[in-house]
């Protein structure tokens, strides 16, 4: 009698806590979204030199799947926009592939040249640094417009090792509630250009 009182209570105990562990992990995944994207009702800016960072696109895509919270089309575009700055500035092939549309194009001037590159050829600049890595790139977005399912992005990429900032003009289209990048260009803004 006494091993099945045992029994029972080692049961109870465990569906307990596994009942608790499922509504902790919904409460972890709200909390991460709004660590993420901020609280709907704050002004809060998003850091994204210690954001959070995966493996791959899927991770997030799932995360944004599982959760009941509505993200707006701005929010969801800072999401594609913290994985285009994460890849770059962590060489991470995969999460920067993911942001870009197949037929994307790229506008931006390579060895003194103006360029029209793919996607590919862009994220091959990154190939050869260690994945994961920080390589020196620090991203901010400056704006976002959007107009119904296309939206512009300014973002700043700097690279203070070296002493360069960058201008990058992005335009985006949402496809299947996913937003990608179309097409970008970019300009090299600081004061040692050109000297």
């Keep these: ?4 009182f045992y029994i029972m209570s080692f049961l109870s105990f465990f569906l307990v806590f596994s009942q608790a562990s499922k509504s902790d992990d919904k409460l972890d995944e709200r909390q991460l979204l709004i660590n993420i994207y901020g609280n709907q009702n704050s002004k809060k800016v998003i850091n994204y030199d210690k954001s959070f960072v ?9 995360l944004e799947k599982k959760s009941s919270i509505q993200l707006s089309d701005k929010e969801r575009i800072r999401f594609a926009l913290k994985n285009y700055i994460e890849g770059s500035s962590y060489n991470n092939i995969k999460q920067l592939e993911c942001v870009f549309t197949e037929n994307a194009s ?10 029209s590159l793919t996607p590919k050829e862009y994220v091959a600049f990154f190939k050869d640094a260690e994945k994961g890595k920080f390589n020196g790139r620090y991203g901010k977005v400056l704006s976002i417009e959007v107009v119904k399912d296309i939206a512009t992005a ?3 990429i700097s690279i203070p090792e070296r002493k360069m900032i960058y201008i990058d003009l992005l335009l985006l289209k949402k496809s299947e509630n996913n937003w990608k990048i179309i097409s970008k260009t970019a ?3 600081d004061d040692t250009e050109g000297k």
Excluded: A, N
């Design 1 to 4: 009698m006494k091993h099945v």
């Design 154 to 156: 300014k973002v700043e």
């Design 106 to 115: 790229l506008y931006l001037t390579v060895g003194g040249e103006f360029k």
């Design 187 to 189: 300009t090299r803004i």
């Design 54 to 62: 995966s493996e791959s696109k899927i991770f997030y895509e799932s």
